[in-house]
């Protein structure tokens, strides 16, 4: 699942780096002062690779977790995207002319780097969701403590599947008095001590 995330980002900044690249300077849209041609596409494009992916990994945009949350996951992308687009802004500011219509060009690159990267990883972890609902890479789990808590977190692991936990049994603070009850068919197997 990493590798393919990061797979994912690697196309996806790479994608809006060219459309961005298409938008600026072949499109027509922008005055450019400066002709750049599709050879002079790979380096910088490269750059920008690193530097996404570096910014990906230092948010733990590449931790494994057993259930990720899709919109919070977006709203990452949205977050660490926008401050890595305006450290961008501010390593190619003009003093003498900070607002421009070129940096404009900013704002195009960022939404197309939610779009992208968001797009891949909504379509990555939901593959994911699927697999773990359909009973593939599952984690064999205990809950700790056979009480109201406990039982409504069973609760919950059974109406979430895509939680991706196969609830093996519980463990209790009191063995002797509560070994062998169970809920929803999940028993209690013993004590802390087990």
């Known amino acids: 699942e990493r590798l393919l995330l990061i797979l994912s980002d690697f ?61 919070d996951e977006f709203l990452d992308v949205m977050k660490y995207t926008f401050l890595g687009v305006l450290v961008l802004y501010f390593i190619t500011i003009d003093l003498s002319n900070p607002v421009t219509l070129g940096k404009t060009i900013l704002i195009f690159y960022w939404l197309l780097l939610v779009f992208w990267v968001g797009a891949g990883r909504i379509i990555i972890r939901s593959v994911h969701r699927r697999l773990l609902a359909k ?9 700790v403590g056979w009480n109201r808590r406990g039982w409504e977190l069973l609760d919950n692991l059974i109406s979430h599947p895509a ?32």
């Open 135 to 143: 009973g593939y890479g599952r984690a064999r789990s205990l809950i």
């Open 11 to 71: 196309i996806a900044v790479n994608l809006a780096f060219v459309l961005v690249f298409i938008i600026r300077f072949k499109s027509g849209t922008y005055q450019n002062e400066v002709v750049l041609l599709w050879q002079d596409v790979p380096l910088p494009a490269l750059f920008m690779t690193l530097y996404w992916l570096t910014i990906f990994t230092f948010n733990q945009f590449y931790t494994m977790q057993r259930a990720v949350s899709r919109s």
């Open 163 to 194: 939680a991706g936990n196969d609830v093996l049994g519980y463990i209790t603070l009191y063995p002797e008095k509560n070994r062998g009850q169970a809920r929803h068919s999940v028993r209690v197997l013993g004590g802390l001590d087990d």
